[in-house]
């Protein structure tokens, strides 16, 4: 089973940035498409930007331009670039697999990392 660590989140200003990491467990992380995800209080989870084995990414229209997406398989690690960051961007992010589906790979999930955009 794998397992997710998600950090990086934090508090920040409107128009700010921050870069999120997720470290993954297991020997098969280079095989799946990873996505990050994000939740508010009382929503579902929703995902907001995946990538490929091969490094294609793809975005929610309400991250696009701002967020950037990647990974480094050799570190079992992905990545969320969050630039021109908007209040309704406040959630916590976890990271999972992506299904051919778009619905996350695995049943279990990390902690997650709170991200605050407040003034």
């Known amino acids: 089973q794998v397992q997710f660590v998600e950090s990086g989140g934090g508090l920040v200003q409107p128009g700010g940035s921050l870069r999120l990491s997720c470290a993954a467990s297991?020997?098969?992380?280079?095989?799946?498409?990873m996505g990050w995800y994000r939740r508010t209080p009382g929503a579902q989870r929703d995902l907001v930007a995946r990538i490929t084995t091969g490094g294609t990414s793809n975005y929610a229209d309400s991250v696009k331009g701002r967020f950037t997406i990647s990974r480094d398989n050799a570190k079992k690690t992905v990545y969320l670039q969050m630039d021109s960051l908007k209040l309704e961007d406040t959630a916590v992010y976890y990271c999972?697999?992506?299904?051919?589906?778009?619905?996350?790979?695995?049943?279990?999930w990390g902690q997650g990392t709170q991200v605050t955009v407040s003034s």
């Open positions: 297991g020997s098969l992380f280079r095989f799946y498409t």
């Open positions: 999972n697999g992506v299904t051919s589906t778009l619905s996350p790979t695995f049943g279990s």
